[in-house]
């Protein structure tokens, strides 16, 4: 009897979990578009690290809902990482740089080979630059620049490698591999691929243009 009463309970809390997970089935289109277009303009207005931690949240939970784009995922990392460049505690900013990594990682299972996921891998070690100890830099900003070369290998058009790879050499002391000269041919070339790279759809990636004309400002100086 108390055996029967064990399976009765099991096939229960079994009933339950299905319950949840079939709560949890992917979204309509419809409500896909109005969600990522909603959350992606929080997060391209965001301007503060609470933004920017609110953006990451909102489309984590659309990506894992989803789970068969890497839109959401790669916005998601994005948004981390912005969030940890913002952060002034070393140890939030590397949990987030950690999601960040795991958001990333995703997105590339559903798209490999992506020049736009290769370029945010970079941008991801580069954010990791400040901190970690500088025996550390030299590691980080090698495998940046690797990801930037690869992902304008990958897609020559794309403008956020080269904008990125700007922001390294425009930053890092000379001693360290930095060129303001070299920075600002590259911030040149991501202008002119700016105003002709098309997204692929409106929710493709399609930011670090307003920066980079702000490093292009910062040149003249």
Request: glycine share 4%.
């Amino acid at each position: 009897m108390r055996f029967h009463k064990h399976i009765i309970g099991l096939l229960c809390l079994i009933f339950i979990l299905a319950q949840g997970l079939f709560a949890q089935e992917k979204m309509s289109t419809i409500e896909y578009h109005s969600q990522m277009k909603s959350s992606l303009h929080t997060l391209y207005k965001a301007g503060n690290i609470e933004n920017f931690k609110r953006s990451a949240q909102q489309l984590r939970k659309i990506a894992e809902q989803e789970q068969t784009k890497w839109v959401p995922f790669y916005h998601t990392s994005y948004a981390y990482v912005m969030a940890a460049f913002m952060s002034k505690e070393k140890f939030e900013a590397e949990e987030m740089l950690n999601q960040a990594q795991m958001m990333v990682d995703k997105a590339n299972k559903f798209s490999p080979s992506n020049s736009e996921i290769i370029a945010l891998q970079g941008f991801i070690y580069q954010a990791r630059v400040g901190i970690n100890p500088k025996s550390k830099i030299h590691e980080f900003v090698q495998k940046a620049v690797q990801c930037y070369d690869q992902a304008r290998f990958i897609k020559p058009e794309n403008p956020r490698p080269y904008y990125l790879l700007g922001q390294i050499l425009y930053r890092l002391p000379e001693t360290m591999g930095g060129n303001k000269e070299n920075a600002c041919k590259h911030f040149q070339q991501a202008s002119e691929k700016y105003q002709t790279f098309k997204p692929r759809s409106e929710f493709s990636p399609n930011w670090g243009a307003e920066g980079n004309l702000l490093m292009l400002e910062k040149c003249k100086q």
